[in-house]
């Protein structure tokens, strides 16, 4: 019965570690996409607008360069949404994802310990795990990440 406690014990440590693992490399993942929708902001405003400036200078007829500034509006801000509203936004909740599930992994990390040292884990240790863990799953769902 005790080892199977601590079987138990070491099991759910390696599935935090693992959920760890995956939030941060979702993290980096969304970081990577959200320079990316940046720089891509960047580099295709500032061209825009240099063109703009160059039909201007051209004596092209008025619609040209009005025709690429109101491009260029509206890609910076479509490009601007996308930024604020879904890519910032992912990396802003697998980054609260892993700071909660890093919190927990040190509250629980006592019953890890105890589990490799002594293999002594009473009921009532294994209870107040669970509720630990219990606490976790509810604090960890509250955080939702859109499925991508």
Request: net charge positive.
């Amino acid at each position: 019965m005790e080892s199977s406690r601590q079987q138990y014990i070491i099991e759910k440590q390696n599935e935090l570690k693992e959920k760890l693992k995956h939030f941060n490399k979702c993290r980096k993942t969304w970081s990577r996409i959200d320079y990316v929708f940046k720089t891509l902001n960047t580099v295709v405003t500032v061209g825009i607008t240099v063109a703009t400036a160059v039909t201007g200078g051209l004596m092209l007829p008025i619609i040209v360069p009005t025709v690429l500034a109101a491009f260029t509006a509206v890609q910076t801000s479509s490009c601007g949404l996308i930024i604020l509203g879904y890519t910032s936004k992912q990396k802003s909740d697998y980054k609260k994802k892993t700071e909660i599930l890093d919190t927990y992994l040190n509250k629980l990390f006592i019953f890890f310990e105890r589990s490799r040292e002594d293999k002594n884990i009473t009921i009532e240790e294994l209870e107040e795990f669970n509720e630990i863990l219990d606490k976790f799953d509810v604090e960890i769902s509250s955080v939702k990440v859109k499925n991508s």
